[in-house]
């Protein structure tokens, strides 16, 4: 059974910075696009950030361009999200997901992942 844990979320002011975590198991994602979205109450789901299989190629949205941070340790199963800076408005659930290809790109597509964690809570008070 393929498993996405996210973890490292919290409350925050703004300012601090946080690194989200996410685990995954039952299957190898080694050679797998992977990303992060999140979602506030009231809102769709969006696009966070995306990191192709070598992390060779990333791709953030501009809202957290120059803040955030994906990188991948493929020997551990992991994918981080460090976040700094971090102000109000990035308030959401972060979730993690992966996408079943071999050698994709770091797309910001939702529709192109076939898994998805639980999710993690964040929030920045002002």
């Known amino acids: 059974q393929v498993q996405l844990v996210e973890s490292g979320g919290g409350l925050v002011r703004a300012g601090d910075s946080l690194r989200l975590s996410c685990a995954y198991s039952?299957?190898?994602?080694?050679?797998?696009?992977m990303g992060w979205f999140r979602q506030a109450p009231g809102k769709e789901r969006e696009f966070v950030a995306s990191i192709d299989w070598n992390g060779g190629s990333r791709t953030y949205a501009d809202s957290v361009k120059g803040r955030f941070t994906i990188t991948r340790d493929n020997a551990k199963n992991t994918v981080l999200l460090q976040m700094n800076n971090l102000q109000p408005e990035d308030t959401a659930r972060y979730y993690c997901?992966?996408?079943?290809?071999?050698?994709?790109?770091?797309?910001?597509?939702?529709?192109?992942?076939?898994?998805w964690g639980q999710g993690t809570q964040v929030t920045v008070s002002s």
């Open positions: 039952g299957r190898t994602f080694t050679f797998s696009a």
């Open positions: 997901a992966a996408n079943r290809g071999l050698f994709g790109d770091a797309t910001m597509r939702p529709g192109e992942y076939d898994y």
